[in-house]
């Protein structure tokens, strides 16, 4: 029994190491997190909302049909004071009790907006909000492709970095056999050797902060694409090119999601502004009923005239005018107050534009910055290398100390994190080029 169940927790342990791992491309992953994440679910579910609510505005402008009933027991029957002379009893007062115990109605009821201004700028601002949570959806969107696109490049910039201390930690082990050798021949001082241990040890210490590191921001990227988190996860190098960029074209900020969600929400502000002028023209209604009433000593219901309850219907239609004449200032305030919305989503929009332009020089600026600092680490690079190879094999031959040695690594390595965030700045820079541009969904294409 025992070892069925070892071989069981063995099967499962087995099962989830050889978990298998996802590669994934820039655009799958922009692809999963608009199908996963719950902010564009979210978007998706407010576009199919904004029918619902125009429905319910349309509904104000049909007919409102309901039914209703009642029953009423009277155990006190209220008395009308009333002149005799009416029943030719003249200078006598009569005491009557209109009504009876019991009464029971039932019927159907109708009302029509024939002329309701708040009504008609409703269904005149149904369309710009469908429109307006379109947008929404759009924005929403964008902002998901943007953090995914520069969580990717970070993750990607943290496993360049790991690499790179893989390589470093590789190379530093051969010097360290390349001492060892020498010191168990006597041509190497132990203090030589004990460094070079310090210094591998100290690689090994970088190495699993920055592991950590990319475990963190893979971690973070899986979040902002809404996959599970123990999903394993692989960035081809493909993923990490430098391409040039169209800089001299000026971007029509008049186009982006930002701008033409605050145009869409000014243009619903004037609705609602002409809503609460509505209150200044009068209402007409049309309202029609048909009913059944019973009435006796007895409950109604069930009755017949040979037990003293009888039933009979009554109808009407009529038409309902309001005519509002003074609101004590109430609508000329809400006016006012609508009016200052509007002016503040005038100034948005400047101030929104005004932004949107800074975004792209900067991102021009930054373009231009990365390239310069690219071309030189990546030249830097290799003459680190070179240095490097140089000085391995001066040491070889005595021609350099372990000092002039393990600067040369150093440079090398810091050479290597440069040119990697130089790629990173780059391409954080080029996805706010392109948003700045209003073209991020260009990303699910390449």
């Given amino acids: ?101 019991w009464i029971s109605t039932a019927g ?22 469908r429109e307006f949570y379109q947008i929404n959806e759009q924005l929403t969107e964008e902002q998901v492709i943007e953090r995914v696109a520069n969580n990717y490049y970070q993750v990607y910039v943290q496993r360049q970095k790991l690499t790179v201390i893989d390589s470093t930690f590789k190379t530093t082990n051969k010097v360290k056999d390349i001492i060892k050798g020498q010191f168990d021949n006597g041509l ?39 996959m599970p988190i123990e999903t394993q996860i692989e960035i081809p190098q493909t993923a990490f090119e430098v391409g040039p960029q169209a800089l001299s074209e000026v971007p029509n900020t008049s186009n982006r999601s930002e701008f033409l969600l605050l145009k869409k929400q000014e243009q619903l502000l004037t609705y609602q502004k002409k809503a609460i002028e509505a209150g200044y023209y009068p209402t007409l209604s049309l309202s029609a009923g048909y009913n059944y009433i019973g009435q006796g000593p007895k409950m ?47 100034e948005d929009l400047v101030d929104t534009k005004l932004s949107l332009d800074l975004a792209f020089a900067n991102a021009k600026t930054q373009i231009d910055n990365s390239l310069t600092t690219i071309t030189s680490q990546k030249e830097n690079a290799q ?18 100390s372990l000092t002039d040695l393990l600067d040369a690594e150093n440079s090398l390595t ?21 948003k700045s541009k209003g073209e991020l969904k260009t990303l699910i294409n390449n």
Avoid: H
Wanted: glycine share 6%.
């Fill in 108 to 129: 159907v009821s109708l009302t029509q907006a024939i002329f309701d201004q708040t009504v008609f700028t409703g269904l005149k601002a149904a369309k710009s909000t």
């Fill in 414 to 434: 810091e050479a290597q994190n440069n040119y990697t965030s130089a790629i990173l700045d780059y391409k954080l820079a080029e996805i706010q080029l392109i």
């Fill in 383 to 400: 003459l680190a290398k070179e240095v490097l190879d140089n000085t391995r094999n001066n040491y070889v031959q005595g021609l350099a």
């Fill in 300 to 346: 109604p219901i069930g009755g017949k005239p040979a037990d003293g309850v009888y039933w009979s219907d009554f109808s009407s239609i009529g038409l309902n005018l309001k005519v509002p004449i003074f609101t004590g200032f109430g609508t000329r305030a809400k006016v006012r107050q609508a009016d200052i919305d509007l002016r503040s989503i005038k």
């Fill in 188 to 226: 190497a001082k132990k203090i030589d050797l004990d460094r070079i241990l310090v210094k591998i040890s100290n690689i090994s210490t970088q190495r699993q902060q920055v592991l950590n590191a990319v475990q963190i921001q893979e971690n973070a990227l899986k979040f902002y694409m809404g």
């Fill in 1 to 101: 029994m025992k070892k069925t169940i070892l071989l069981i927790i063995l099967s499962f342990a087995l099962g989830a190491n050889a978990q298998e791992v996802k590669s994934l491309t820039l655009k799958e992953a922009i692809n999963y997190a608009l199908e996963n994440k719950a902010d564009a679910k979210k978007a998706k579910l407010k576009v199919e909302n904004s029918e619902y609510q125009i429905q319910e505005v349309r509904s104000r402008a049909l007919p409102q049909i309901s039914a209703n009933g009642n029953l009423t027991y009277n155990p006190v029957i209220q008395t009308t004071v009333i002149d005799g002379a009416g029943f030719g009893q003249p200078g006598t007062t009569i005491q009557a009790a209109f009504g009876q115990p």
